[in-house]
């Protein structure tokens, strides 16, 4: 059948009215198709009108527009297709694209329930909702929509097909909607030139369904078009919309329009049923914008039932409203409903108090005996009109509510109405029967009336008869109402009487009919009473599961246990205002902050101002949305989460639902319409973003539904769409009172949106707030955060508020009084919980404060001891300690115990010093630590507070490295007031993979080993033997050794032998061809190849990626998968849950596990690794769309592409990562395997790096043409960031392929284009390198691509000039290499095409020389690795700086060859001929630039005497002074030429003031070497009497504050540390290098160059950590020491001010080296004075008054460096030396000979020799630059 589109009236023909009928009778419109006088076009306008009821119209003034079809299948529908036809009515230029038509037909099918709604409740029910949005499910069958939509002329279907769907829905673009056009004008068929025309117009009245193609979020919501298009002006639309909000029993939504049920519209503090309250009305105009009009008021009384308060309920969540009528009217009742009597009441009230509480007694005195004697419940109202009649000249309705008012002075006040009403029953009843009257009879109970524009309230007075079985027995009541106190109402007589309630009324019983009651119908009520009492007695008991119990069971899905295997969503209703302010119900709520909700869906708008996010939101670890962030990023929820940070931030998602008023723009609270068209597709969207499996996995969720109040508005709608997504199983719906829910659940019902049985089994009603929060506290565990307290410097001990602690997010706090206040039933279940987490240690879960606070579960190891003396030792005599932040180094092999000795340490210092354990490292961490330092000291103390002891262990998150954050935390303590001592203890745990008994253990470092001494062994003994005792009494197979897998372990000292037994019995009970066995092959395998940082955390796999492998549907009923483990799983696996983010994870019991676990599942299926690697990569754990996913492709791309280098201070450096090297091995064989498994890797992640490794891969290989292939896929695939390093890659891999071609063979000219083509490509990638420089990427990385092109350039002119055969002489070819114009006639031809590209190549190497020598000559980069390095090492310099200081003089050697200039100029050149000539002598000469001019002095002790030397620097001065047309690079030439020969001692360089006025010409210029001209300056000028020139103290300060600023500015451009989880990053540091020092010579002899510092070319003079090269003898002789004072800023930051300036200001040095920087603020000392690019540095600082001491120190004599002693010997022999020190570092220290010791501690010079001898050498491999 068809009906009408969008009208639905209950008759055919009929007009709708402007309210809307529930019920519809869908009837065809009669056509009659018959009449052969009408055309086709006749026969559709009127299909149209009478369908769509629309009015022809005239043909005058139409507005042209479209009125089409849109459509998905016309000839095979389904049943769901069937139903509806849409038609579309909008502008012509409007959906004339497919892209348009494509979106609205979405929008059509997302509102699908809307239409479904217009059905027949019959037809309806055949549709039930799937997860799916637009999916139904119709005879079992899933149908929906055709995806792909059509849109067509009406005319281009036929009348009959279009008369056979059920419904025909018109839809409006708002374009036509606000024309305010009558009469529109549409084309009805598709014929060009005779298209028929309809003419229509809308009628009047009628609604239309409205939408806005700009905005689909406004939905299609159904208006009065027609109002738009009369005459009479705009208002109207206005006044019907109005009108529609006036209307008492509509409600308005975005589908259909139905009278509501009761219930279901709800004020804050109102109970309505049928109607909207005069001030809501106000209020929806108001949320609307719609003024109200005089058409919308009415002089009509408009009527509003009231629900009365449940019978034995408290009032204080129910209040009335005035004029309101009680929903159940005057009656006798039955046995289930209770007896209700009205009392007007409020017309006692100007009368006397007496006379007031005697009618009070009397009425109810009465009524309660008629109750009782009828054995009914019954109620008793005062303040409720009991007549129709005028009362006090105004009219009433009966049972209306008016209330009457308590003053609350003297008799007029609640409790005297108490008093009197328990003295009346006690005056008035039986003796006998007086206590049975008092317990039946309840107190008044009082409900405030709330009364519109006023703000006194008025009460109605209530009291409540339960005459229950136990209590009447088989008594009758009398009363005698004349023993009232006080009565003189004469017409009551003075006896006892007999009431019973009868009709609407009570009834005195006299004479024989009060005693065939008592004889014949009081048995039968009593019987029934009984029967009655007995029947609900029963079905309680049946109920057995009290009320806490269930909200357990539903919140932990059955397991009764709340963790993280779990996602919790929060769904908070709005509460009303008298709750805020009740302090005892918003302490109830607290529970919510004990939840690490996934996301909070709060409808109360001013939640943030004062409500539940105000007061229970954590601001460290949530953060607050509105629903509009998710309905914007709806059509990419993947990015959606990445701007959410999932999965790595576990933050709350509080999200507000309904209006917020908090921001910048206040969003109001809206009725349900309102909401449907402001908030709902943002809330719907983001309840559909929750249902991703990568949010939330599919079965973890569990959702709770606090319902606080009838406020629905929205809820009830996210509510449907909650259990439309998620289903109903993961919902927990909590209501303190029933009335809230049964409103909440009759709506839910009404609209067909759940069922009884649905919403019983998953609500917890009646439950206090307070229990439903102890219960959930409980529930989560206990919380020391309630119980945190902290020690303080005077000894005394305060309790730490929880809001301060919840702040400190970053850090976990060790409480003074830890573990102290929980509270255990008895000593039994005390016992009970410490075997647990005893259980729990040893079998490989982490450390928990309960192991130290139960005793004997922790073993006291003996470096315990000495490490516990050293950290006292520091504590106690903190005073005296110069440095602010000390650490102490716990180095440590994997699985030793080192975080339990942590933890241990911070235990015992507990009660004195404030402890934590640093749980992510930022700036933000820093802040909390001093946060936590401060907190509640005494701030007039003049001493510190105590130090801070902070553990840093396994860090999960870190965006600072350790030596970033101690020195940060450093300058933030001396920032403080108290500027000595120390002010914190830093425990660091630092993994080695291997501990070497060579390790001696120095001032600040711990080693602890795989290994017991005798005590500890004891110990493990004595353990093991209560173990078993303890077993054998409770008769527990957890106590079996085998079980305690990690304590075993540790008992047999890691013994080889007895894990691999171990693990062979565990996995030999395992089902080969199980799940489990697969995750165990999975997760060791990923925890053996996966290299992580020292302090990361152990490798993992996400819980829910495991849940397909593990068949997580089965499970699904049988609570969780992970929960029916098989005994050897529980043994070798840990499931616990994440750090700092949501969820559990999965990974092998113990660090030793992994490795032995793959290699016995390998011989098991006698299986290769890479068989192992192919397996994992194609299983389901990888295949998941789960939250953790993420987590995990991370962790398998690092295994497959990490590799190890020297820059993560790994032994060695590699090519690839550990798993594809093992799988490489030394077989040519096996590159193919491996080269497999990059590629499924590649398949799967897309990853760039992937496709770089397999492009070194085949590179290495000598599959050139595949390695070339994938070097472009991952130049391709890869980012700005990251494009220079795969640029570099494919720049090699060229170069190496024309090595391969072009080795050891010579050519002809003409056959050497494919050659030459190769190679000039990888020089022209190397410069592409060069430009695609991310300037926020490390500067070292980035002189890679210079280097190898200057390294290329060389390699094609040995090529040119080796390997091919010419006619012509060498000359020319070097003549036509470095000639602009010159080509000789052999090769103008033949390289025609290469010539432009090689005569480039001169220029390219000068300025990859320049950028090369300006970054690594000035300054000096170090690893700066995530470990803390030890007291006797030294920082260690990037191997590229290396490489490059030692292979520089080789590759400058080989350029100059081609391109130097040994022969002087022709005659009759000309001056720029002559000048390029100069410059080419200097490049010879190695006297083009600043680095090249001062390695002269460098090498003098090794090649060339002094007389040589300065031979050399005269004739490079000769050609620098020949030069006429000087630029900036040549003045600066002149200007290190110059010092250089001053230095020397020559007297044939310039004077000073000549000197510096080339600096200052160079200055001028300002294009170029500005920075050299202003750091020659300072030298020069630097105040000093042995000076010969002129000093200017303004031009010195202005010298050192450019290079100061210049410095800062290259400082801050270094790249910002980015956020890392668990992974390896190169980290480096980079120092300004001293070029020169003041020494005790005279003039330009004053400077000595820093190769003239003895030692210094063998020592590293910039690290802080080794300042003995100081001491030599020579070294005091050469340098002069100065004098100043050493002051702190109050950053914390030291400057030594130099006092001794004769001639100008005092000068400010702020870079100091080799010092502790801990000299008092003020203190004089002595400094060496270091030279450098960033302006002056102070070394060796001493304090002034110390220097006697350091004088009578013995001197250090000078001594020859080892490396230059290993040099010595050839490269093999030292690389056999290295191999020898390994197996000497597996044998005990006291096996071996000193000779052998001293070998070991000489390893870092061997290798140093090594890198030496191999660039030298050209061995050097730096083909592993990447990314990584």
């Not at 109202?381 to 003053?407: C, L, M, N, P, R």
């Not at 527990?1036 to 000292?1053: A, T």
């Not at 699904?1116 to 750090?1139: A, G, Y």
């Not at 000489?1802 to 001898?1813: G, T």
Request: glycine share 4%.
């Amino acid at each position: 059948m068809l009906a009408p589109a969008h009208s639905l009236p209950s008759k055919p023909i009929q007009e709708e009215h402007s309210s809307c009928d529930s019920s519809f009778d869908f009837v065809r419109y009669p056509v009659q198709e018959a009449q052969s006088n009408k055309s086709d076009g006749n026969r559709y306008k009127e299909v149209l009108c009478s369908l769509l009821m629309l009015n022809k119209a005239q043909g005058l003034d139409c507005v042209p527009c479209q009125l089409k079809i849109i459509y998905g299948s016309w000839t095979n529908k389904n049943e769901l297709e069937k139903k509806f036809v849409f038609f579309i009515v909008c502008r012509e230029d409007e959906f004339t694209e497919k892209s348009y038509q494509q979106g609205l037909w979405k929008q059509i099918n997302n509102n699908m329930h809307q239409w479904l709604d217009l059905l027949p409740l019959e037809k309806r029910a055949l549709f039930t909702e799937t997860r799916q949005s637009g999916v139904y499910a119709f005879n079992r069958k899933n149908v929906q929509l055709t995806k792909q939509c059509k849109l067509a002329f009406v005319m281009d279907k036929d009348c009959k097909s279009i008369l056979e769907f059920d419904v025909p829905i018109i839809l409006i673009s708002k374009a036509i909607y606000q024309r305010g056009d009558s009469c529109f004008e549409t084309k009805l068929s598709r014929h060009p030139k005779t298209p028929e025309l309809f003419h229509f117009s809308f009628k009047p009245s009628k609604k239309y369904f409205i939408f806005d193609p700009e905005e689909y979020s406004q939905g299609f919501e159904r208006q009065i078009v027609c109002s738009t298009f009369n005459d009479e002006g705009n208002n109207n639309q206005l006044t019907n919309a109005s009108a529609e909000k006036k209307l008492p029993f509509i409600q308005v939504s975005n589908t259909v329009e139905k009278e509501p049920e009761v219930g279901t519209q709800k004020t804050k503090e109102e109970n309505l049923c049928q109607a909207l309250s005069f001030n809501a009305k106000e209020q929806n105009c108001k949320d609307t914008g719609i003024a109200t009009t005089n058409e919308s008021k009415t002089n009509e009384k408009e009527i509003h039932v009231q629900i009365p308060r449940d019978f034995k309920k408290q009032s204080d969540h129910v209040i009335y409203r005035e004029g309101n009528i009680f929903s159940q009217p005057e009656n006798d009742g039955t046995l289930s409903l209770r007896c209700i009597e009205f009392k007007s009441f409020f017309t006692c009230v100007s009368k006397s108090k007496e006379n007031r509480l005697i009618k009070f007694q009397t009425e109810t005195l009465r009524f309660a005996c008629g109750c009782l004697n009828a054995r009914k419940n019954g109620t008793i109202y005062f303040g409720v009109a009991d007549s129709v009649q005028k009362i006090d000249g105004e009219t009433y309705k009966h049972g209306e509510i008016v209330g009457f008012e308590i003053s609350e002075i003297e008799f007029d006040s609640r409790t005297k109405y108490t008093d009197a009403l328990r003295d009346g029953i006690s005056r008035c009843f039986y003796s006998d029967t007086v206590n049975i009257a008092l317990k039946c009879i309840s107190n008044p109970i009082f409900v405030k009336v709330a009364i519109p524009r006023e703000k006194m309230c008025r009460f109605v007075m209530e009291v409540d008869v339960e005459p229950l079985s136990i209590r009447c027995k088989n008594y009758h009541f009398k009363i005698n109402l004349k023993n009232i106190k006080n009565i003189n109402n004469k017409s009551i007589e003075n006896k006892y009487m007999l009431f019973v309630r009868r009709g609407a009324s009570t009834e005195h019983l006299v004479n024989e009919r009060e005693q065939l009651f008592i004889k014949t119908e009081l048995p039968e009520l009593v019987i029934e009473r009984n029967n009655f009492d007995d029947q609900r007695k029963q079905e309680y008991t049946f109920h057995t599961e009290d009320l806490a119990t269930k909200l357990e069971r539903l919140l932990t899905r059955g397991t009764f246990k709340f963790d993280k295997r779990l996602w919790p969503l929060l769904v908070l209703s709005k509460p009303n205002e008298e709750q805020k302010m009740n302090e005892k119900w918003i302490e109830s709520m607290s529970f919510i902050k004990r939840i690490q909700f996934t996301a909070v869906f709060d409808f109360d708008d001013f939640s943030n101002k004062n409500g539940l996010c105000c007061l229970h939101r954590n601001p460290e670890r949530s953060a607050i949305y509105t629903e509009r962030l998710f309905h914007e990023n709806a059509g990419n929820l993947q990015e959606l989460a990445n701007k959410l940070g999932l999965p790595y931030d576990d933050k709350t998602l509080w999200i507000f639902a309904n209006g917020q008023h908090d921001s910048l723009e206040n969003k109001p609270h809206l009725s349900r319409s309102g909401w449907h068209g402001c908030y709902s597709a943002g809330v719907c969207d983001a309840v559909s973003f929750f249902n991703q499996t990568f949010v939330i996995p599919k079965g973890r969720a569990v959702i709770l539904v606090l319902l606080f109040s009838h406020d629905y508005d929205g809820v009830i709608d996210t509510f449907n769409e909650i259990t439309r997504n998620f289903g109903w199983d993961p919902l927990v719906i909590v209501a303190e009172h029933k009335r809230t829910f049964d409103d909440f659940a009759e709506t839910i019902l009404k609209e067909g949106k759940g069922n009884k049985e649905d919403l019983e089994k998953v609500s917890v009603i009646g439950m206090p707030w307070e229990h439903v929060n102890n219960t959930v506290t409980s529930l989560t565990g206990y919380d020391e955060k309630l119980n945190c307290v902290l020690p303080c410097s005077s000894g005394a001990q305060v309790p730490a508020e929880e809001r301060f602690v919840e702040t400190l997010a970053d850090l976990s706090i060790l409480s003074a009084k830890q573990c102290e206040f929980k509270k255990f039933k008895n000593v039994k279940t005390r016992r009970q919980f410490a075997r647990e987490q005893e259980l729990q240690f040893y079998k490989g879960q982490e450390v928990t404060w309960w192991n130290f606070y139960f005793e004997n579960h922790v073993c006291l190891r003996n470096r315990y001891v000495t490490l516990q003396q050293k950290a006292q030792t520091l504590l106690s005599h903190a005073k005296e300690e110069t440095r602010k932040v000390v650490p102490l180094i716990i180095a440590h092999e994997p699985g030793a115990g080192a975080t339990t000795l942590g933890h241990q340490l911070l235990w015992h210092f507990r009660q004195k010093y404030r402890c934590c354990v640093i749980q992510k490292l930022s700036e933000m961490t820093i802040m909390h630590v001093l946060s936590l330092w401060k907190y509640k000291e005494d701030e007039r103390s003049e001493s510190p507070p105590n130090p801070i002891v902070l553990l840093l262990d396994e860090i999960v998150q870190t965006q600072l490295s350790l030596s970033e954050f101690t020195r940060q935390l450093n300058i933030e303590f001396r920032k403080t007031e108290f500027n000595n001592g120390m002010n914190c203890l830093i425990i660091v745990c630092q993994r080695e993979e291997k501990l070497s008994d060579y390790c001696y253990e120095s001032q600040n470092v711990f080693y602890l080993k795989q290994e017991l001494n005798d005590k500890e062994k004891t110990w493990f003994t004595d353990k093991f033997d209560e173990l078993e005792r303890t077993g054998r009494e409770l008769d527990l197979d957890e106590y079996k050794p085998q079980h305690l897998i990690s304590f075993m372990i540790m008992r047999f000292e890691f013994n080889p032998e007895y894990i691999k037994n171990t693990i062979q019995h565990f996995i030999s009970t395992i089902d080969q061809t199980s799940n489990e066995y697969k995750l165990l092959k999975y997760v060791s395998f990923l925890a053996t190849y996966t290299p992580l940082t020292r302090r990361g955390v152990k490798v993992f796999v996400p819980l829910e990626c495991c849940d397909e492998l593990m068949g997580c549907k089965q499970w699904r009923k049988q609570r969780f998968w992970e929960d029916h483990l098989s005994s050897p799983l529980k043994v070798l696996l840990i499931i616990e849950e994440k750090e700092l983010a949501s969820g559990r994870q999965v990974r092998i019991a113990h660090p030793s596990l992994g490795k032995v676990i793959l290699c016995e599942i390998m011989n098991r299926e006698k299986a290769h690794l890479a068989d192992i690697a192919k397996e994992y990569l194609s299983c389901s754990l990888l295949q998941s769309i789960s939250y953790g996913k993420k987590l995990l492709v991370d962790f398998t791309l690092e295994m497959l592409k990490r590799r190890k280098k020297e820059e993560y201070d790994d032994e060695k450096t590699t090519k690839f990562s550990p798993l594809i090297e093992e799988i490489k091995g030394d077989s040519a064989n096996n590159y193919g395997e491996a080269a497999e498994i990059l590629k499924i890797g590649f398949e799967k992640f897309n990853d760039y790096m992937l496709a770089q490794a397999l492009a070194r891969l085949y590179s290495e290989w000598k599959q050139y043409d595949e390695a070339i292939k994938w070097a472009k896929e991952a130049v391709d695939l890869s980012s700005k960031s990251s494009l220079s390093y795969i640029l570099h890659t494919y720049g090699l891999v060229l170069r190496e392929k024309f090595r391969h071609l072009t080795a050891k063979n010579t050519f002809y000219p003409e056959r050497v284009h494919e050659y030459l083509e190769l190679i000039l490509d990888s020089l022209d990638v190397f410069l592409r390198a060069q430009r695609e420089r991310d300037d926020e990427t490390d500067t070292q990385k980035l002189l890679y691509p210079f280097h190898d092109a200057i390294h290329t350039i060389n390699e094609i002119t040995k090529f040119l000039t080796e390997n091919i055969i010419y006619v012509m002489d060498k000359k020319d070819l070097i003549r036509y290499l470095k000639e602009k114009d010159y080509i000789p006639d052999e090769i103008s031809t033949v390289w025609s095409s290469f010539h432009a590209r090689l005569k480039q190549m001169r220029e390219q190497a000068h300025n990859a020389f320049k950028v090369l020598e300006d970054n690594v000559c000035f300054n000096t980069t170090f690893y700066a690795p995530e470990e803390v390095r030890y007291t006797s090492q030294k920082m260690k310099e990037h191997r590229f700086y290396r490489s490059f200081h030692y292979g520089h003089e080789n590759m400058l050697e080989k350029f100059t060859r081609i391109y130097g200039e040994p022969d002087p100029p022709v005659d009759g050149a000309t001056q720029a001929a002559k000048d390029s000539y100069h410059r080419g002598r200097l490049w010879t000469l190695k006297g083009n630039s600043y680095m090249n001019i001062f390695n002269h002095i460098k090498y003098s002790g090794n090649r060339l005497n002094l007389k040589d030397i300065t031979n050399n620097l005269c004739e490079i001065k000769n050609h620098i002074v020949q030069i006429v047309s000087k630029d900036p690079n040549d003045l600066a030439n002149q200007v290190c030429v110059n010092v250089a020969l001053g230095i020397m001692g020559s007297s044939k360089r310039d004077s000073e003031s000549s000197i510096i006025k080339t600096c200052q010409q160079i200055i001028s210029v300002g294009t170029d070497k500005v920075d050299l001209a202003y750091f020659f300056i300072s030298m020069l000028l630097w105040p000093n009497d042995t000076m010969n020139q002129y000093y200017d103290d303004s031009l010195l300060q202005k010298s050192l504050s450019y290079l100061k600023r210049n410095f800062k500015q290259q400082k801050y451009k270094q790249p910002v540390q980015k956020s890392v989880h668990f992974f390896r990053e190169e980290k480096n540091i980079s120092q300004p290098t001293p070029q020169f020092f003041l020494a005790k010579g005279k003039g330009i002899k004053s400077l000595c160059h820093r190769w003239q510092v003895p030692v210094f070319v063998r020592e590293n003079p910039d690290s802080q950590f080794d300042n003995s090269l100081w001491d030599h003898a020579r070294t005091e002789e050469k340098l002069k020491r100065l004098y100043g004072k050493i002051t702190t800023s109050s950053d914390g930051s030291s400057t030594i001010i130099v006092f001794d300036n004769k001639y100008g200001e005092p000068i400010r040095i702020s870079k100091i080296r080799g010092t502790n920087k801990g000299y008092e603020s003020e203190e004089e000392v002595s400094f060496y004075l270091g030279f450098s690019i960033a302006g002056p540095i102070a070394y060796n600082v001493k304090l002034k008054r110390h220097e006697k001491f350091y004088e009578e120190r013995p001197r250090r004599p000078e001594e020859i460096s080892k490396v230059e002693n290993y040099m010595k010997q050839p490269l093999e022999e030292l690389k056999k030396s290295l191999m020898k020190i390994k197996g000497l570092e597996e044998k005990r220290s006291d096996y071996l000979k000193e000779r052998e010791k001293q070998l070991i501690k000489d390893k870092d010079d061997i290798r140093e020799a090594i890198d030496r001898l191999e660039i030298l050498c050209g061995k050097v491999d730096l083909s592993a630059y990447d990314e990584l």
